[in-house]
């Protein structure tokens, strides 16, 4: 394999892995999150708004972490810096 | 690929360019200013007002009910810039209903220039209010080495607020973009009624944030050192 076909390949696989690895814990924190968030809201209906922003703001924080592995799956696939290198090192000769 | 609106380049002259970034944003300012300069001509205070000024003193009372719930008692005083900052956000996701549109803040640069913003705004807020000195103790509140950590959350943070709204407006724009190649007429449309939810979700996420953000510091700026005994 030149390395071309090996950075390409490479890239595809690790963003595919990126992305599956790091969507789980983030879906599993978030399950949680909000089952503990709703029965909380179901014991004590008055706190329902205070409950929300806290869970809206905790929810934010808990999915950045998915979304730093899209964008990192994105910048491999779109923009991948190796990959240009690569190229450029190609035609410059 | 396309993966910004920084890629559509109108005008060029040297190092400025005027991409779809710059002339969106421009708009929704424009949007904006012009709206609220026509509903603020003729406010009244009596009994029977017009319709467009009850929308906005609904939206003002809210947000500022809002920034009270945070726990920053003088809302007046940030009113300003959180509501702003807010209603921008709001405008420019929401307005991914109309076709050819593309959000400002699916560009990294958008989202960067807002949370720089707030990441100004913090301090600025804060020495305004309890003095430069009681600012800078926060950072070694409770104890002298926990300030390398204070600096290092300030910028992470900020880092983290460019990058989430970036995030999820460009995953929302790119996700309407493949599945027009793949299930071109009806399933595009639920997911972009979907992204409206995200764009208006993020949109409160990042004011929000930046409002717990300002009372976050101003809780530690107000607190008196506790002398260990």
């Avoid at chain 2, 307005?95 to 807002?114: N, V």
Wanted: aromatic share 12%; net charge positive; proline share 4%.
């Amino acid at each position: 394999m030149d390395n071309i076909t090996f950075i390409g390949a490479i890239s595809v696989f690790s963003a595919a892995i990126c992305m599956a690895i790091g969507s789980v814990g983030p879906a599993l924190g978030e399950g949680r999150a909000v089952a503990s968030a709703l029965s909380s809201m179901a014991q004590q209906p008055d706190t329902a708004s205070s409950i929300t922003r806290t869970l809206f703001v905790g929810l934010a924080m808990i999915e950045s972490m998915a979304i730093y592995c899209f964008v990192v799956s994105m910048i491999l696939i779109f923009a991948n810096p190796f990959w240009n290198y690569v190229i450029s090192k190609a035609t410059g000769g | 690929m396309r993966i910004s609106p920084d890629g559509i380049i109108y005008a060029e002259h040297g190092i400025f360019k005027i991409n779809a970034t710059i002339a969106v944003t421009w708009f929704l300012m424009l949007i904006l200013v012009i709206g609220s300069k026509l509903i603020t001509r003729k406010l009244r205070t009596d009994i029977k007002i017009s319709r467009w000024q009850c929308i906005l003193e609904m939206i003002v009372t809210g947000i500022k009910k809002q920034i009270e719930e945070v726990g920053l008692t003088k809302a007046e005083n940030y009113i300003s810039f959180l509501g702003s900052l807010f209603l921008f956000l709001f405008l420019s996701n929401l307005l991914t209903i109309f076709p050819f549109y593309e959000p400002p803040t699916s560009s990294l640069s958008t989202t960067a220039a807002l949370a720089i913003c707030v990441f100004v705004a913090v301090p600025y807020f804060n020495i305004k209010e309890y003095g430069l000195a009681n600012y800078l103790k926060s950072f070694i509140k409770p104890v002298f080495f926990m300030l390398p950590f204070h600096i290092l959350s300030e910028f992470s943070r900020t880092l983290a607020l460019a990058v989430r709204l970036f995030g999820n407006m460009m995953s929302g724009v790119m996700l309407i973009a493949i599945l027009l190649t793949i299930t071109p007429f009806i399933f595009p449309v639920v997911m972009s009624v979907f992204g409206l939810l995200t764009g208006s979700v993020q949109a409160y996420i990042f004011s929000i944030l930046a409002t717990v953000f300002i009372a976050a510091a101003a809780h530690e700026s107000a607190t008196k050192h506790f002398k260990q005994p």
